[in-house]
């Protein structure tokens, strides 16, 4: 039986990273949710020589090296303990989208079932971002929530996005939900989609 891939892709602030946690707590016995933010904070978190490398350009807001973050995706599907998985953060880049297609056309153990983007105004997502900041605690805030890397951010994000979408809406891919209403809408439109596809 083939894996069947979500790749769940939005702005920073969209609520993605916690619509996907949601959705795969609620039906762990079948979905399983990376963050490819989270798998690569956890390598930096461990110290080693490749989380090092990971943070420099992590704390600039830089985009990760693509052999660092294609290796990681593959590791984790591949390490998967269950067949559904929801990968969220990826592509970012046009680069990115190219080198994982290529990847999945010679695996046929992996299926991308669909790309899902979770769609914010930048206005809602600078508020969520910077109102993130606000509400943290003395030493919480992490490195990458202040207004001048959420636009670096936002752009980096925003200049492919065309792109990106044009590539997965050619191969009816995209499903593009709306992620400005409340979280429980959010979280049930997109495990109502995800369900449908895996039936």
């Known amino acids: 039986m083939s894996k069947k891939l979500f790749l769940i ?13 949601i959705i795969a707590e609620k039906n762990s016995d079948k979905i399983v949710h990376y963050s490819t933010g989270d798998m690569l904070r956890a390598e930096v978190a461990s110290g080693s020589k490749l989380g090092q490398e990971i943070e420099s350009y992590i704390s600039k ?28 953060g990826y ?28 769609r914010v105004s930048e206005d809602v997502a600078r508020e969520r971002i910077l109102g993130r900041v606000a509400e943290a605690k003395e030493g919480e805030v992490r490195s990458d929530d202040n207004e001048e ?9 925003k200049d492919p996005l065309p792109k990106i979408q ?14 400005e ?13 995800i369900k449908e596809k895996i039936a």
């Open 61 to 88: 807001g830089a985009l990760v090296p693509l052999n660092i973050i294609i290796d990681t995706i593959i590791s984790a599907i591949d390490n998967a303990p269950v067949d559904v998985i929801l990968i969220d």
């Open 149 to 157: 890397v959420f636009k670096k951010r936002m752009k980096i994000y």
């Open 166 to 179: 044009k590539f997965y809406e050619e191969k009816g891919l995209l499903h593009v939900i709306d992620g």
């Open 91 to 118: 592509p970012r880049s046009e680069e990115q989208m190219i080198e994982l297609d290529k990847i999945l056309q010679n695996r046929k153990d992996i299926e991308l079932a669909s790309v899902i983007e979770v």
């Open 181 to 193: 209403r409340s979280l429980d809408e959010v979280v049930d439109d997109m495990e109502k989609f």
């Open 9 to 21: 892709i939005g702005a920073p602030g969209s609520g993605k990273t916690t619509d996907a946690s």
